[in-house]
């Protein structure tokens, strides 16, 4: 028997020896592992603490397989698999890196997944009804979201951020199940940006998804409309400090003539202005004219929207 010819993804050779006329161990061929003891099997293997890579599991009965690396930080790494349609159900797979492996269609129902490692992981379709998902890590983005950004043609486009939306929802209901609203929430955001990809470029909805997404992070985000609220106020007070204010009989606004602290005093009031102005205060000391009568308004009506966006998202935030 000759020597396994799969070579993990940091270049070490499978120490296995190849099965009958196959050039790969029987970890690695592609052939349906039906054996009635392949979750001992699978478990004993990973107590040899070499990398479990690119094993091929597909359709394999793993139910309650327990993989946690016992007394130690690490778990288990069975990365870069093939676990398509693979009964997981019930398995403990706590802290165990899955990096790159395939679970579409993987039924993970009531798995341990406390502090796994799932990025890059193909997602779409697995079932995760009653899992424990506290500290799982997903990474930045999912493999569908990565290869739509790489796909050359629209349609490819078009199917993968359909995928990417599909799993993004799934993710999120087994979030809310697992009374992980943060995450559910980061997962909510994620679906709406897919969805607003597979919108038709130049519409309308588009645009106004778009706009949701920049104010509030769709609701999730409510730090965004906090930093707009302050962009807004000091856009306008800087063009009442342009323009001018009356403060009585006075005039302020910003000019060459005067001294530089005469000046920041000047702005400083401009600026409180178009707080009490945004905030739709109003205590009558300073009065806009001209055209910063027309800027109060527009600040006035920006800023009555706004105050009433930032109470809704906060109180979606607080209330999950």
């Known amino acids: 028997m000759s020597k396994c010819k799969y070579v993990c993804e940091n270049g070490i050779q499978c120490h296995h020896h190849s099965e009958n006329d196959s050039s790969l161990c029987y970890w690695h061929n592609d052939e349906l592992k039906q054996e009635t003891n392949l979750t001992h099997l699978l478990e004993q293997r990973a107590k040899d603490n070499f990398p479990m890579s690119g094993f091929q599991l597909r359709k394999a009965n793993l139910e309650g397989i327990n993989l946690v690396h016992g007394g130690h930080k690490e778990g288990y790494q069975l990365v870069n698999a093939d676990l398509y349609r693979a009964n997981l159900k019930e398995a403990h797979l ?110 309308s909805k588009r645009f106004y998804s778009k706009v949701v997404d920049i104010f ?76 910063s009568r027309f800027l109060a308004a527009i600040e006035a009506f920006i800023g009555s929207f706004t105050l009433a966006l930032f109470v809704v998202v906060f109180v979606k935030k607080m209330t999950r």
């Open 94 to 203: 706590f802290g165990c890196n899955l990096t790159g492996t395939s679970l579409m269609k993987a039924d993970l129902r009531y798995a341990n997944l406390h502090c796994a490692k799932l990025d890059s992981c193909n997602l779409l379709g697995v079932r995760l009804e009653g899992a424990r998902l506290e500290g799982a890590t997903w990474g930045k983005e999912i493999i569908q979201e990565k290869m739509a950004r790489q796909a050359k043609t629209q349609v490819e486009k078009q199917d993968y951020w359909q995928q990417s939306e599909e799993i993004y929802r799934n993710l999120r209901k087994a979030s809310e199940q697992a009374g992980l609203f943060e995450t559910s929430g980061h997962f909510f955001e994620r679906e709406m940006v897919m969805r607003r990809y597979l919108m038709p470029m130049f519409s």
């Open 216 to 291: 509030c992070g769709y609701g999730e985000r409510p730090i965004r409309v906090v930093m707009f609220s302050l962009l807004a106020i000091i856009t306008f007070g800087l063009l009442y400090a342009g323009i001018g204010v009356h403060d009585g009989e006075e005039v302020l606004k910003w000019r060459t003539n005067c001294t530089f602290s005469e000046n920041i005093m000047q702005l400083l009031t401009c600026l409180y202005f178009s707080v009490v102005t945004f905030t739709t205060l109003g205590y009558g000391d300073l009065t806009p004219f001209g055209l």
